[in-house]
């Protein structure tokens, strides 16, 4: 969301966000996006816990992104959402709470233990922290969100590959698509996954890209859409096990053999 300042609940790790501490519900309608590419495994209005409008992601590692209080959800459960990704607005929706416009957002593990939120790679720093968003212009980094030819007609793609795998992806391979962009495997030592994204050259409008991953024994997993800068990123969990990966942008095609089995 386009929010700067968070505080986080005393109790656990929590966050709270809100535009500033003393703007009220000026946060009210502001757009709320996906942590990372993942499933919708829960889109609905509770009431018991008080969360209101409440959506939740897994991601590919099994952990869970949650995020509360909306006032409106764009996205139902089943759903496979990107990375950036709107998936509905801030509100201060509760059957418990009077509450002014936040989101209330958590990270869990896959067993669904709260643990530090992190934030680009680095840990938020608890109790409360002040951050400057990517999603709505501004900063030294590509914009969370801006995937979606929604942010004019920018002549160049300002994402690299491992700002959209994420933190400890290394790049282990490429494959050019010509003119129109390249494919790009990475890899993580600490995760033993696999990422796959492919980027386009140029940031004018929207293409049809697509990128793929496919670890030796499993299903094959895509991503592809009308995409501004990159489709992905596409991970699976290949500790010594080869791969199959792949991409294209347009009529551009790469798709390599069985590799990377190390």
């Given at each position: ?7 986080a609940h005393t109790a656990g790790y929590e966050i709270d966000f809100n535009g500033s501490a003393t703007d009220g519900n000026a946060d009210l309608g502001r757009t709320v996006v996906a942590a990372g590419a993942g499933t919708v495994i829960m889109s609905e209005y509770r ?216």
């Amino acid at each position: 969301m386009g929010s700067s300042k968070s505080s986080a609940h005393t109790a656990g790790y929590e966050i709270d966000f809100n535009g500033s501490a003393t703007d009220g519900n000026a946060d009210l309608g502001r757009t709320v996006v996906a942590a990372g590419a993942g499933t919708v495994i829960m889109s609905e209005y509770r009431k018991t816990d008080g969360f209101g409008n409440v959506i939740k992601i897994r991601h590919s590692d099994g952990t869970v992104t949650l995020y509360a209080h909306l006032n409106a959800r764009s996205v139902g459960k089943g759903a496979t959402v990107r990375q950036g990704q709107k998936i509905g607005t801030v509100g201060k929706s509760s059957a418990k709470y009077n509450l002014i416009a936040h989101l209330h957002y958590e990270q869990r593990t896959s067993s669904g233990a709260i643990v530090p939120a992190k934030f680009n790679g680095t840990t938020y720093r608890y109790p409360n922290q002040t951050l400057t968003s990517r999603n709505c212009g501004g900063g030294t980094q590509p914009q969370t969100g801006s995937n979606n030819g929604n942010n004019g007609g920018g002549s160049s793609n300002p994402y690299s590959a491992t700002q959209v795998c994420g933190s400890g992806f290394k790049q282990i391979d490429s494959q050019s698509l010509g003119s129109a962009g390249k494919v790009v495997l990475l890899y993580s030592a600490a995760t033993g996954q696999n990422c796959v994204t492919t980027l386009r050259n140029s940031g004018s409008g929207k293409a049809a890209v697509q990128a793929y991953l496919q670890v030796q024994g499993k299903a094959r997993k895509t991503d592809s859409g009308s995409y501004q800068y990159y489709a992905g990123p596409v991970k699976d969990t290949a500790r010594k096990t080869c791969v199959k990966w792949g991409g294209a942008i347009g009529s551009a095609k790469y798709d390599s053999p069985l590799e990377h089995c190390d």
